[in-house]
């Protein structure tokens, strides 16, 4: 269960991330990834899908692309807006570039991947999602996800036409309707909100909440006590313990 941990201070908002994976219980690759650029306040999360490892190569574009643009930005002007117009371009870069690729090489045909990525900076928050992976917040005991569902289910959850529990055994549950890959242009979702001292936003990827209800994610992030180590493994062990159907990897970023 790999770890990356990543403390950082900027002005004076201090954020701590960690990034962890596990290819599940029965997979036998690890299609996802994840990546954390400590000095742009910068997690990622991505899951990847298609066969012959296209899913394994579109979720690394992904997360390459964005990390480099974000290494990359200049270290002061930054402000909200301009993160989420950095956040936007670059995940449509990534967006044509895995497109590109599979359709260039037949073996990676219909690769693809989501994107979950959050920017912490200053005194605030800039998200993006493309797909079902999600964003959720835990802020003075609440928790409530950030991101919408690109997915056929998410949209009959948006309509309150089924219920969580529901749309997690739906049988088409794992049909998306947004992601990288699946053409040449891809609409990012972009938001941005000030943070305050003790939020906590945790990434992930379809292989926690297929399994696990948001009350039982929120109990397990709750219960960590702000040890982000302790909840990443918390969530990954849970996963699997209800069958570890698929790759699992979360993302949390701390605000001290």
């Not at 800039?126 to 056929?152: C, L, P």
């Not at 529901?166 to 998306?176: E, G, M, T, Y």
């Not at 909840?231 to 062990?237: D, G």
Request: aromatic fraction near 4%; charge should be negative; glycine fraction near 10%.
């Amino acid at each position: 269960m790999p770890h990356t941990d990543a403390g950082f201070k900027d002005g004076v908002m201090v954020v701590r991330m960690v990034t962890a994976t596990d290819v599940g219980m029965q997979r036998k690759n690890n299609e996802d990834s994840s990546v954390v650029v400590e000095e742009a306040g910068l997690c990622v999360v991505a899951d990847g899908m298609g066969g012959h490892l296209g899913g394994e190569i579109a979720s690394n574009i992904a997360i390459e692309t964005v990390s480099e643009a974000f290494k990359n930005r200049p270290k002061n002007g930054q402000d909200e807006r301009r993160d989420a117009e950095l956040l936007t371009k670059c995940i449509k870069t990534a967006n044509k570039e895995i497109y590109r690729r599979g359709n260039a090489d037949a073996a990676l045909k219909n690769m693809g991947t989501t994107i979950v990525a959050a920017v912490l900076a200053g005194d605030y928050v800039v998200t993006a999602n493309v797909g079902d992976s999600r964003i959720y917040r835990m802020r003075d005991g609440k928790f409530a996800q950030v991101t919408e569902d690109h997915s056929w289910v998410g949209e009959l959850r948006k309509k309150n036409l089924i219920s969580e529990e529901d749309a997690r055994s739906h049988p088409l549950k794992n049909i998306i309707t947004r992601a990288l890959g699946m053409e040449p242009t891809v609409e990012v979702d972009v938001k941005w909100e000030k943070v305050k001292s003790g939020d906590l936003y945790l990434l992930c990827s379809d292989g926690l909440t297929d399994l696990i209800p948001d009350a039982e994610i929120s109990q397990k992030v709750a219960a960590g006590a702000g040890k982000l180590d302790v909840i990443a493994t918390s969530l990954i062990e849970a996963a699997n313990a209800a069958g570890g159907t698929d790759n699992i990897t979360v993302g949390l970023c701390k605000v001290e």
